[in-house]
């Protein structure tokens, strides 16, 4: 072979020099010495951190953080690795909040298990990106093993399928995308969806008052808007009230209006109510429409040895959102959206000749990329598949019933203390309350909940979270770390009663 006159003039191999740092950077088979010892570095760099932790956030406030961030120049590298962490100690890891504590009980963040972790630094320095074989292979076989294995626990059959996301939002939003295509469909025939703007004005989506955003959200985005949801109204159980629901469906049928999707909740934010799936599984097939179930918060109880039942009548929803980053135990990000008919799927197919051409489905190779909205897209589900190889779904179950007894331990701690008002019974690992003591007025008691929360974050003993309950102030404990005691929540309650009567004394702004 003769190459072109202008390489045959360059002595190949040394015509062009790199300075030699940006080449020891890269993970090869030269460098492997190096990335077994930076990986060290920052594993004992956060192991050292997390034995320190003593409480889950230091109190720091942003004006006292972004100084220090601020400052740094990043044009200006350090030495080394051991420099770039020792820097990352003042400016991150030192003020961290950290979930694995046992006095954070505000969000739904759980604390990780070590098998996913050590999932997440192989998935990364292998870097496979799950859309198409060619960049995949075994890891796309392990992440459909996994939605078959998601798909069996929900009760779906051999036809389901689903997709592993970023998170519950962009889950609820592919369900919602398949819904509205297929109801197009079911409308105007298989041309539908390119008809979209014309048929898409009556379409209208059911959800209950304590739904998460993100339905709202899903609406706006795929051109119905806001106005497209129909709010139904929950019991005192803060769950999707069956008669306001079939109330909601008669009369959206009486303005023309089409059921494009009936959406239930098993895990609301606010609250962990748990809809009555069963009845709102009939209610939506006789309406002839599609049943989402938002199990993003719920779905650990595929795996609870005590608790599964909260979930009956799903396995009759058409499409369901599991966030396997809240109550599976695993990190950020790890989600899944499970259709019980796995050709609906196709409504998110999408072929380009340089990626997923279709010729490619129909010799039937596995690119993931035509199930999801996503092109480039991270190996998530190998945290799951280590977990489940290294512990077992019925550890992962027991992590979570401790879980959500301990919540009803700590229910009964505030019903005995008249200084606490319960909003609702708890149903899941969520508790949302006030603290009012006698003779304290509404308007105050707002006030005072509202200055509780914000004292205990500043302080950084403590993280509660807040909400609005029927336009007032409460405060919300999410429980979902197993080590924690009835203990430590006392201690938490003990610590909100004294910042909330100093505050009543005066002796705080």
């Not at 209006?257 to 799936?277: C, H, K, N, R």
């Not at 029927?470 to 909100?496: P, V, Y």
Request: glycine share 6%; net charge negative; proline share 5%.
């Amino acid at each position: 072979m003769t190459l072109s006159p202008h390489l045959d003039e360059l002595e190949l191999g040394s015509a062009v020099e790199f300075p030699p740092e940006p080449h020891a950077q890269l993970l090869n088979p030269r460098n492997t010495e190096r990335y077994t010892a930076d990986m060290l570095q920052a594993v004992n760099a956060v192991a050292a951190r997390i034995a320190a932790t003593d409480r889950p956030f230091t109190g720091t406030s942003p004006a006292r953080l972004r100084p220090a961030v601020n400052a740094i120049n990043l044009d200006r590298p350090l030495s080394d690795t051991a420099a770039a962490l020792e820097e990352l100690e003042t400016v991150y890891l030192r003020d961290a909040v950290y979930f694995h504590d046992t006095k954070y009980a505000a969000h739904l963040n759980c604390p990780v298990v070590i098998p996913a972790l050590a999932a997440e630094a192989v998935l990364s320095a292998v870097n496979s990106s799950l859309d198409t074989w060619d960049q995949s292979a075994g890891a796309t076989l392990i992440e459909r093993r996994l939605v078959d294995w998601t798909a069996e626990r929900l009760g779906f059959g051999p036809g389901a399928d689903g997709v592993f996301t970023s998170g519950g939002t962009q889950s609820n939003l592919q369900a919602l995308l398949l819904a509205r295509n297929h109801a197009v469909e079911q409308l105007h025939g298989p041309t539908g969806p390119r008809r979209l703007p014309h048929a898409l004005a009556p379409l209208r989506i059911f959800a209950s008052r304590a739904s998460h955003f993100s339905i709202a959200k899903s609406a706006a985005l795929l051109g119905l808007g806001y106005d497209a949801v129909i709010s139904v109204e929950c019991d005192r159980h803060r769950r999707m009230d069956p008669d306001a629901l079939r109330t909601a469906l008669a009369e959206s049928q009486v303005r023309g209006e089409y059921p494009m999707a009936v959406v239930a909740t098993a895990g609301t934010t606010d609250f962990g109510s748990i809809d009555p799936l069963g009845p709102v599984a009939r209610l939506s097939r006789e309406a002839g429409s599609w049943l989402h179930v938002d199990a993003a918060y719920g779905g650990g109880l595929l795996a609870s040895l005590r608790y599964r039942h909260l979930l009956d009548g799903i396995a009759s929803a058409d499409s369901v959102t599991v966030d396997f980053h809240k109550t599976f135990f695993q990190p950020v990000s790890s989600s899944a959206v499970l259709v019980r008919d796995g050709s609906m799927l196709r409504h998110v197919a999408y072929h380009a000749d340089y990626l997923n051409p279709a010729s490619a489905a129909r010799e039937q190779i596995p690119n993931q990329v035509d199930k999801s909205l996503q092109t480039t897209r991270r190996f998530d589900a190998l945290k799951l598949w280590l977990t489940l190889r290294t512990m077992g779904a019925d550890a992962i179950g027991s992590l979570l019933d401790a879980a959500i007894d301990l919540t009803f331990r700590t229910a009964r701690l505030l019903e005995a203390d008249p200084d606490f008002e319960l909003a609702a019974p708890p149903q899941l690992s969520t508790i949302v309350f006030r603290y009012r003591p006698a003779g304290v007025g509404e308007d105050c008691t707002d006030d005072l909940n509202r200055h509780i929360r914000r004292a205990l974050f500043a302080s950084g003993d403590a993280v509660v979270a807040g909400t609005v309950v029927d336009g007032r102030h409460f405060l919300k404990l999410t429980l979902l770390n197993a080590e924690t005691t009835l203990a430590d929540l006392a201690g938490i309650l003990g610590l909100i009663s004294r910042t909330g009567d100093a505050w009543l004394r005066g002796g705080e702004a």
